[in-house]
């Protein structure tokens, strides 16, 4: 969404997570340094979303019956 404040992005073993300071671009908040979350440990992680809280961070893999993941980070 346009007005989101915070950004994850899942790389190959890891989710980052990139919060942005109120007035910031986001060019800014992603050129820092991300807070890096705990290893997924998937063997393919293919998508990251945000729950409907804003708050929450969902990674899974694809395929039937895979694992879901839940991540809160700390902002």
Not at 7 to 35: I, N
Request: with cysteine; aromatic share 10%.
């Amino acid at each position: 969404a346009a007005g989101r404040r915070e950004d994850a992005v899942k790389v190959y073993g890891d989710v980052c997570f990139f919060p942005r300071k109120p007035g910031e671009s986001w060019t800014d908040a992603l050129s820092r340094k991300p807070q890096v979350l705990s290893p997924h440990g998937l063997a393919q992680g293919e998508a990251v979303a945000f729950a409907q809280d804003g708050r929450t961070i969902y990674v899974t893999s694809e395929g039937a019956n895979t694992a879901i993941l839940r991540y809160r980070p700390a902002r």
